[in-house]
Every structure is written in structure tokens, then in C-alpha cells.
């Protein structure tokens, strides 16, 4: 359902894909879902996804945690937002963003210029069971991640609220908050 009660038929998805005409792109912390929902979504709007860590990992050879562990963050900062330059400039498609990725101005400016992004949101005892999930996250290696997650929660939603399309994506099934980002997107194109 959308926030209006109007879940979107397949014609209307269509019809959403065609008047899109740039990449829609997932921005919102780690643990809340942005690849998994990104990949249903691109499913659904039959365009191609990019998950930007996967690309700042492939061209780099080495992992997040490798590329944190050996270079630090500003040089994995410079990547990403380079990787995303490129990202945006494919066309139309899905791209799930990294969680930091929106809270550096340089590649928020781009993204908010050459792109739709939707801010996908949870509380935080969310993103900790999610997070808790994988070991994945050279961020949350250096202290308590409960602290961690809701000290950058508070510090990065005010940038993240600078995206036009705000979702709430619960504790349900991603395929809740693929339906509530289809609504929304149909809402302001
Ligand atoms: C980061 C989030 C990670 C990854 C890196 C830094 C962040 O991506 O880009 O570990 O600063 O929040 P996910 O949001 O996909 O976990």
C-alpha cells in the first residue's frame, strides 16, 4: 500500500518507468535495507540496479573493510564519490548508496542534482538487528554499534531529510517499502 491507501497496478508501474529520467537513488543509514528494497524496486520498474559499495569494491579489488582498514575513510570517501559521479551519469536505473555517501556534501550535491533520492528510514533498534546481521561494517568495529548507529543516526538524518522522498521502512518485509517508495514516486513525478 502507498501512503495514500493506492497500491499501483502493473500499468501504472510502467508508467512511472517511462516518465522516470533519471537513476532513482536509495540514501538512508546502514541496516536499512537500501540494496535488498533496491533490487526488488529495480525488478519491479524493469531498469538495472547499482549497489555503489559492490562498484567502489570491484574497482578497488579489495573489500569496504580492506579499503577502510589499509587507506582510511577519505580515501574510501574519494572513491565512493567518484563511483557515484559515474553511476549517475547510466541513465535511469536503481542505485542504493552506501550510508555515509549522502551525508558528504559533495555527493550529496550530485546526487540531489543528477538524481531522485529517496531517504529510507528506520528507527534504531531496527538498524541494530539488521546490522547485527553481518560483519561487514568497518564503522561499527570501534565501539558499542548502539551508540555508534544512533550517534550517526542523529548527526546524519538532517542531511538525509534533504531528499525529497522521505520512506519509512519497518520492521515488515522490504517488499512493504518497495510498495510505499512506488507510491511516493508517484506522488512527485
Ligand atoms: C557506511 C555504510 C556502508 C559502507 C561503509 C560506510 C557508512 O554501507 O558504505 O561501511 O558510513 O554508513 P551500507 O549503508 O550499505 O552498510
Known amino acids: 500500500m502507498t501512503l495514500d491507501g493506492h497500491t499501483l497496478n502493473d500499468a501504472e508501474i510502467r508508467q512511472l518507468a517511462i516518465r522516470l529520467d533519471r537513476p532513482v537513488v536509495l540514501v538512508g543509514m546502514m541496516g536499512v535495507g537500501k540494496s535488498t528494497v533496491g533490487r526488488k524496486l529495480a525488478t519491479l520498474l524493469d531498469l538495472p540496479f547499482v549497489d555503489a559499495d559492490d562498484e567502489i569494491a570491484e574497482a578497488a579489488q579489495l573489500t569496504i573493510p580492506e579499503i577502510f582498514e589499509r587507506f582510511g575513510e577519505p580515501y574510501f570517501r574519494d572513491g565512493e564519490r567518484r563511483v557515484i559521479a559515474r553511476l549517475l551519469e547510466g541513465g535511469p536505473s536503481v542505485i542504493a548508496t552506501g550510508g555515509g555517501a549522502f551525508a558528504q556534501d559533495d555527493t550529496r550535491a550530485?546526487?540531489?542534482?543528477?538524481?531522485?533520492?529517496?531517504?529510507?528510514?528506520s528507527d534504531v533498534p531496527t538498524l541494530i538487528d539488521r546490522t547485527s546481521r553481518k560483519d561487514n561494517r568497518p564503522l561499527l568495529k570501534g565501539g558499542e554499534p548502539r551508540k555508534i548507529l544512533a550517534e550517526l543516526k542523529a548527526k546524519r538524518d538532517p542531511l538525509y531529510a534533504l531528499a525529497p522522498v522521505h520512506v519509512i521502512s519497518g520492521r515488515g518485509p522490504h517488499g512493504d517499502t518497495v510498495t510505499l517508495i512506488l507510491g511516493a514516486l508517484a506522488g512527485c513525478l
Open 110 to 121: 550530485m546526487i540531489l542534482e543528477r538524481g531522485l533520492a529517496v531517504w529510507l528510514d
